[in-house]
C-alpha cells in the first residue's frame, strides 16, 4: 500500500514539475493538448510568420556579434600582444605618427572619445575613396539613341503583281542621261544609301542616272510573299521600264548587295549595260571554292559571323530573335555589333567620323522602318543558300564543232574548235581592299577565276568602307575607268517627256501601261 502511495506522490511531483517548466518564460508557448494545440500552433505558424521572421533576424544579428567578439578576442590574444611581431614592428612607428597627430584631439568635441571618432572618421574616408575608385575606372556607357521614324517621302512605282516599289533618284534627268545605273542595297540599308558621299556634280559631270530602290520589305517597299534572286532581278527589269530607261543600264553592287547584281546578269543580261561591283560578296557555302579560298574567307571572319551564317543556313527561324535585340530594338547601336564584323583601321577611321555615323543612322532608320525580321531573314537565307545559278555561268565558253559526216568529223580533231560566249559579254568591274576583313579579297579573286573577263582593279591600302564610303576622288576614279573621260549630260529634247516626275517631297506611284499617278493629279502620258 506504501509503495502505491510514493509512486502516486512522485507522479504527483513529476506533473507539477512538467507543468511549471513549461510556464517557464522562455519566449515560446506549449499545449499539452494533442488536437486542439496541434490545429492553434498551425494557425499561429499560417499568420504570424512575420514574428518568426523577426526572430530569425534577431537570432543572426546576436550570432553575428557574437562572431565579431570572437574575432576581437583572437586580434588581441594573437596579434595585439607585446611579443607578437607584428606589434614590434609596427607600434614603435604609430606611436610616433600618432604623437604627431594629437593635436588634431583639440578640434574635437570635449565629451567625444578621440579613439571612436577618429576610427569612424577613417572608416568613411575608405569608403568613400574606393567609391571614387570604382566610379573612375568604371567605362562609361554610351546614352543610347532611340530611333525616329521620318514622314514617308518615297517616291513608288507600282509593280505588275500589285506590290509598290520605294525608289530614289539622283543626278540628271532620265531625258538627259548618258548613263543609268541602277543600285540594289546591301544588308541594313536602304535606297537612301546610294554610294554614301557621292557628289551630284560628279553625277552631272559624266551626265549619270542614278537610281537607288528599297528591296521588298525594306525602307517603304511592300514585301514579296515568295522572294528569290530571280524575282529580285524582274524587280530591277520592271523599275527600269517604269522609269523609262531606255538604254541598257549599269547594275552596282556593294558588299553582300552584289547578290542582285550577279542575279541580273543571269536574268536580265540582254538590259545590261555592264556591272559594277565593290567587294561583292559571294555565297561562303559556293561549292566551287577551293580549299585555300575557303580557308581564307572563314579565317577572316569573327566567331559570331560565323555563328549567324551557320543559322542562316541551317536554323534561320533563330534569327528573328537576334534581330529582334539588335537593330529592330528601337535603338541605334554599333554597326561593328550588329553586323558581327571587325574593322580595320582605315575603316574604324571612317566609320567613327561624326557624317558617317549621322548618314549610318538615318540609314538603318529607312531600313528598318515596318519593324519586320522577315525581309531580313530573307536576305540572309538567300546569301547562304542555292542561288539558283552559278557564278561561273555567266559568260560560259562554249566549244563549237561543226560536224558533218565523218570525214567532218575527222577533220575537226586535228583543226582548233570555235570558242563562242554566251550569257552576259558586257564588261564587268570589281574594286576589292586588300584590308577588307568584312568581305574577304579572296571572294573578288575567286569572282575572277570563274568569270576570266571580269576586270578585278586590288586596293593595296583600302579596306571595306575607306574606298566606297565618303571618299570623293574614289568615285571619281570609279566613274573614270567605266565611262572614260566626262562628256556630261545629253542634249535636252524638246519633244521628250518621262513617264515619272517627282519632286522627291510628296508620295509617288508610277504604274505600267504608260501612266504616272501623282498624290494632287492624274498625267496619262
Not at 517631297?505 to 492624274?522: H, L, R, S, V
Request: include cysteine.
Amino acid at each position: 500500500m506504501s509503495k502505491v502511495n510514493e509512486s502516486s506522490a512522485w507522479r504527483g511531483d513529476f506533473t507539477g514539475l512538467r507543468d511549471e517548466d513549461l510556464r517557464k518564460p522562455n519566449g515560446y508557448s506549449y499545449s499539452s493538448s494533442a488536437h486542439g494545440g496541434g490545429a492553434a500552433a498551425a494557425a499561429g505558424n499560417g499568420g504570424d510568420w512575420r514574428f518568426h521572421a523577426v526572430e530569425f533576424a534577431k537570432g543572426a544579428a546576436e550570432m553575428s556579434v557574437e562572431f565579431g567578439k570572437g574575432v576581437r578576442d583572437v586580434v588581441k590574444q594573437s596579434i595585439l600582444r607585446e611579443d607578437s611581431v607584428i606589434l614590434r614592428k609596427f607600434k614603435g612607428p604609430c606611436v610616433k605618427i600618432l604623437g604627431k597627430l594629437r593635436f588634431l584631439n583639440e578640434y574635437l568635441p570635449e565629451d567625444r572619445d578621440p579613439v571612436h571618432v577618429w576610427t569612424v572618421f577613417a572608416c568613411v574616408w575608405v569608403f568613400a575613396f574606393a567609391a571614387l575608385i570604382v566610379n573612375i575606372t568604371q567605362t562609361t556607357t554610351p546614352l543610347v539613341k532611340k530611333m525616329k521614324m521620318d514622314p514617308t517621302s518615297a517616291s513608288l512605282v507600282l509593280l505588275p503583281d500589285g506590290r509598290r516599289l520605294a525608289y530614289q533618284e539622283q543626278g540628271v534627268p532620265a531625258n538627259q542621261a548618258r548613263y543609268s545605273m541602277i543600285f540594289p542595297h546591301s544588308f541594313l540599308s536602304s535606297r537612301l544609301a546610294g554610294i554614301p558621299g557621292l557628289k551630284g556634280d560628279l553625277l552631272q559631270e559624266f551626265g549619270v542616272r542614278l537610281v537607288t530602290y528599297d528591296l521588298p520589305g525594306f525602307g517603304q517597299s511592300d514585301p514579296h510573299p515568295d522572294r528569290n534572286l530571280e524575282s529580285s532581278a524582274l524587280d530591277m527589269l520592271h523599275l527600269s521600264y517604269a522609269l523609262n530607261v531606255s538604254d541598257k543600264f549599269w547594275v552596282v553592287g556593294y558588299s553582300d548587295g552584289s547578290k542582285h547584281a550577279f542575279a541580273a546578269l543571269n536574268y536580265i543580261p540582254d538590259r545590261l549595260a555592264g556591272a559594277i561591283m565593290v567587294a561583292p560578296m559571294v555565297n561562303p557555302y559556293e561549292p566551287r571554292l577551293n580549299k585555300e579560298e575557303r580557308r581564307r574567307i572563314w579565317g577572316k571572319w569573327t566567331l559570331k559571323k560565323k555563328l549567324m551564317y551557320f543559322l542562316a543556313r541551317k536554323f534561320p527561324k533563330l534569327l528573328p530573335y537576334y534581330y529582334r535585340r539588335s537593330f529592330l530594338s528601337g535603338n541605334h547601336g554599333q554597326i561593328e555589333k550588329w553586323l558581327s564584323i571587325s574593322l580595320g583601321k582605315r575603316d574604324r577611321a571612317v566609320i567613327e567620323g561624326r557624317v558617317f555615323e549621322e548618314f549610318w543612322q538615318r540609314n538603318v532608320e529607312e531600313s528598318v522602318r515596318q519593324a519586320n525580321p522577315k525581309p531580313f531573314v530573307e536576305e540572309a537565307v538567300l546569301q547562304v543558300s542555292n542561288w539558283g545559278f552559278a557564278i561561273s555561268d555567266l559568260n560560259l565558253q562554249n566549244n563549237k564543232r561543226k560536224c558533218k559526216g565523218v570525214l567532218a568529223w575527222l577533220k575537226s580533231l586535228y583543226r582548233p574548235s570555235e570558242k563562242s560566249l554566251s550569257g552576259f559579254l558586257g564588261p564587268i568591274h570589281i574594286w576589292q581592299g586588300a584590308e577588307d576583313n568584312v568581305v574577304p579579297p579572296s571572294m573578288s579573286e575567286f569572282v575572277n577565276r570563274v568569270v576570266p573577263d571580269s576586270m578585278l582593279h586590288k586596293l593595296p591600302y583600302e579596306g571595306h568602307f575607306s574606298y566606297f564610303y565618303l571618299c570623293e576622288e574614289c568615285h571619281r576614279q570609279i566613274f573614270t575607268v567605266v565611262y572614260g573621260n566626262p562628256q556630261g549630260p545629253l542634249a535636252l529634247k524638246e519633244d521628250y517627256r518621262t513617264a515619272v516626275e517627282g519632286d522627291g517631297e510628296e508620295n509617288t506611284e508610277a504604274i505600267f501601261g504608260g501612266i504616272a499617278i501623282d498624290k494632287d493629279n492624274m498625267i496619262d502620258s
